[in-house]
């Protein structure tokens, strides 16, 4: 598929129709993964990051553990 390239501000922008798009999986705001490889520009999306619940709490540590919080009086129906 053969495609003009665009004046965006500064940039220049390639746009990726629609078919293409879903074919990869990507819509607005997707982040991608630009660079050259043998002279060709190559554009990739990102996979979101994965964390496991151990790896989480594994960066929990007393410096950056909050205390407790106090949210006021009840106010209604709640029951503390």
Request: charged share 25%; no cysteine; hydrophobic share 40%.
């Amino acid at each position: 598929m053969v495609t003009k390239l665009q004046k965006w501000g500064n940039s220049i922008a390639v746009r990726i129709p629609k078919g293409l798009a879903r074919e990869l999986g990507v819509q607005k705001g997707t982040d991608v993964d630009l660079k050259v490889e043998n002279g060709r520009l190559v554009i990739a999306p990102v996979a979101p990051p994965v964390y496991s619940l151990d790896e989480l709490l594994a960066a929990v540590t007393v410096a950056n553990r909050h205390g407790e919080w106090d949210t006021g009086q009840s106010i209604g129906a709640e029951d503390w």
